[in-house]
């Protein structure tokens, strides 16, 4: 995807848990989507981040969406997929996306991967690996409009 593209919609999840979400339902406040798998080490490391950015931010509006994508035949196993989410507190709602639809329609080709995305649903920043999600946190406070922390 490029820059101030609009949030696709999520088509073609196998299931949704902690709940099912659309594009119209997160139009109007800014959306952090996070691209997983349950195989990815860095995507484990980096949920608690996940989680606190939800837990913090969710008062200015930040929405957060979480979608599984398998990076093999293994990573398809919906049993591992919850049982990681239990075990990682992924509350928001996340979509397991074993056809690679969704992944598809972002365009997206890794995990950890991270789109952020304005109350307008325009993208405005796009980070993958390791780093990314500390590369995202400016850019995001400025769109929730608050001060760097130090």
Sequence with gaps: MRLREEL???PGITEWVNGQVSKDDLAGKPVLIHFW???CHMC???MPQINEWRDKYAQQGLQMVGIHMPRSE?????AVIKETIAEHNLT???AIDNRMTTTDAFQNEYVPAYYLFDESLQLRHFQAGE???NLVKKRLFRILGIEEES
């Design 8 to 10: 696709p919609d999520f």
């Design 37 to 39: 798998s349950v195989s």
């Design 44 to 46: 484990k490391e980096s």
């Design 74 to 78: 293994a990573d398809t196993d919906i």
């Design 92 to 94: 928001h709602p996340i």
């Design 131 to 133: 780093k990314g999600l």
